[in-house]
């Protein structure tokens, strides 16, 4: 599917695509700016990720890093602009992840993407429908992606 404009799909067609790359996002760039106000908003204030001066000169990164959270936060983002919406969505809802996995560091200036494969699809009651999405969030220019998870929303259908 096309990255930057999600297509409206049944829920069947989406089915027929269970297995398959439904969706990858743009690219976000993670500025210090961006990594300042998670960790306000976090409380998590760890030098590898506020001190660009003490990251340089006591880690291996060369310099400040994202919180592997705020990587992962940015599936949201990401998945409403990448992948398909559902015909007769009313909303979606977080449901889960499983399987989280931080690959690599994304150091400040870098930009990551989603790359979003749909792996199942099944029914709660009848208006309700789990998706299982295995995610890699690509860190561009580099091999090994910054994280790989299975993301579970629920799409509540009308």
Same mark, same amino acid.
């Given at each position: 599917?096309?990255?930057?404009?999600?297509?409206? /799909? $049944?829920?069947?067609? !989406?089915?027929?695509?269970?297995?398959?790359?439904? =969706?990858?996002?743009?690219?976000?760039? @993670?500025?210090?700016?961006?990594?300042?106000?998670?960790?306000?908003?976090?409380?998590?204030?760890?030098?590898?990720?506020?001190?660009?001066?003490?990251?340089?000169?006591?880690?291996?990164?060369?310099?400040? /890093? $994202?919180?592997?959270? !705020?990587?992962?936060?940015?599936?949201?983002?990401? =998945?409403?602009?990448?992948?398909?919406? @559902?015909?007769?969505?009313?909303?979606?809802?977080?449901?889960?992840?499983?399987?989280?996995?931080?690959?690599?560091?994304?150091?400040?200036?870098?930009?990551?993407?989603?790359?979003?494969?749909?792996?199942? /699809? $099944?029914?709660?009651?009848?208006?309700?429908?789990?998706?299982?999405?295995?995610?890699?969030?690509?860190?561009?220019?580099?091999?090994?992606?910054?994280?790989?998870?299975?993301?579970?929303?629920?799409?509540?259908?009308?």
């Amino acid at each position: 599917m096309n990255a930057h404009a999600p297509v409206s /799909v $049944s829920l069947d067609d !989406l089915k027929s695509r269970i297995g398959q790359e439904v =969706g990858v996002s743009s690219w976000k760039a @993670i500025d210090q700016a961006r990594i300042d106000r998670f960790a306000a908003v976090t409380e998590d204030h760890q030098f590898i990720h506020v001190d660009p001066e003490r990251a340089r000169a006591e880690t291996p990164f060369g310099g400040t /890093v $994202s919180h592997g959270f !705020l990587t992962l936060s940015l599936l949201s983002a990401m =998945g409403q602009e990448a992948l398909p919406v @559902i015909k007769d969505r009313v909303m979606g809802i977080n449901y889960g992840l499983d399987r989280v996995r931080f690959l690599s560091p994304v150091p400040v200036g870098a930009r990551v993407r989603g790359r979003f494969s749909l792996a199942d /699809v $099944s029914m709660r009651p009848a208006s309700q429908a789990v998706l299982r999405y295995q995610v890699t969030v690509e860190i561009e220019g580099s091999d090994k992606p910054a994280l790989a998870a299975e993301w579970i929303t629920l799409a509540v259908l009308g």
